[in-house]
């Protein structure tokens, strides 16, 4: 396979800080030999582990930004015992747009991996880390929330690997982030996830749901800050001691944790994140808004646990994913 098109200005094996980008090549009408420069920042001392922090895999999602790009400016060489490698912005077209996917080809870098070095951008980005940062890691965290379509109890999650060993060290720490919940998590669709292409290097990999609704709060942003800090200290990487947090466990045993819509219209929602609800109940209402005088469509909770997300904002079409129930591990 080809080499990747994609240079980095800093040295990722040189000890010290430094602040950067990976260049990506884009030949477009207003730049014929252009690229886009997505931020990166190195923190190196020594040879102890590497975190791999990322946010912004999808545009919208600002949780991960905000505490990445605040930890660029606060870590120090002398604060680590290893390698930090921080990537505020990883789709950053989609970042800088405040979309999910990039205008530029429309991809979900979340959906592409491994990539392709000789494909579209968002297929060079995946490419990138695929076989030149993820390589280096021996963790991983990867910051996500709802977007501007759902809205999350704010969790840290891993998957449910078929490796024991490497299952107990990404449960460790997940546990370490500290999240108000930590998930054992079924994903609707696993294809070209980030999330997979590290977990079958053998990385230790954490990702998060930290609110959604296309914003952030100050809340789900602390949450992101400590969580961070929390797994590099966990990790060896940063001296000194996590913040505690009590953290509540979930899981999706099935397909059935999600609610699917099958009309369109307006959302009422029966149920607010974080509650319990009993398998039946009503959950939500999607009223009709052609006409008047049609009673709504009611959907039900499909098994007891709490609704740990739910569609955002106001309106819904088929094929949404109107809610998601979890169930708390006892």
């Not at 950053?92 to 999910?100: D, E, H, K, L, N």
């Not at 490796?163 to 079924?186: K, N, R, T």
């Not at 980030?194 to 977990?199: G, S, T």
Request: with cysteine; proline share 8%.
């Amino acid at each position: 396979m080809r080499p990747s098109p994609i240079t980095a200005t800093v040295d990722f094996e040189r000890d010290g800080l430094q602040h950067g980008f990976l260049r990506v090549p884009h030949s477009r009408d207003d730049s014929a030999w252009g690229s886009i420069p997505i931020p990166v920042t190195v923190v190196r001392n020594g040879d102890g582990p590497t975190a791999l922090l990322t946010g912004g895999n999808h545009g919208d999602e600002y949780e991960g930004p905000i505490a990445l790009f605040d930890l660029a400016t606060r870590l120090r060489p002398e604060d680590v015992n290893g390698r930090v490698i921080i990537v505020p912005g990883m789709n950053y077209p989609a970042f800088r747009a405040g979309r999910r996917t990039s205008p530029i080809d429309a991809g979900n870098l979340n959906r592409v991996f491994p990539g392709r070095p000789d494909g579209t951008v968002t297929e060079k980005i995946a490419d990138y880390f695929q076989r030149v940062l993820l390589p280096m890691a021996d963790l991983v965290v990867d910051i996500h929330s709802g977007g501007k379509t759902l809205d999350f109890v704010p969790f840290a999650a891993v998957h449910v690997l078929d490796d024991a060993a490497q299952q107990a060290a990404c449960v460790a720490a997940m546990e370490a982030f500290g999240a108000p919940y930590s998930m054992l998590l079924l994903e609707p669709d696993a294809s070209g996830l980030y999330d997979f292409a590290a977990e079958s290097m053998g990385k230790v990999f954490v990702s998060t749901e930290l609110g959604g609704g296309g914003t952030a709060t100050a809340r789900s942003v602390a949450i992101a800050r400590r969580g961070v800090r929390n797994v590099l200290v966990h990790a060896g990487i940063l001296a000194g001691t996590a913040e505690p947090g009590s953290t509540t466990r979930l899981e999706m045993p099935s397909s059935e944790c999600f609610v699917v819509c099958e009309h369109e219209g307006l959302v009422e929602p029966c149920v607010d994140l974080g509650e319990p609800v009993r398998a039946g109940a009503p959950i939500a209402r999607v009223h009709g808004v052609t006409r008047t005088g049609d009673a709504p469509a009611e959907y039900r909770a499909p098994l007891d646990g709490v609704l740990a997300g739910r569609h955002f904002p106001g309106l819904v079409q088929a094929g949404d994913c109107l809610a998601v129930v979890a169930v708390p591990v006892r």
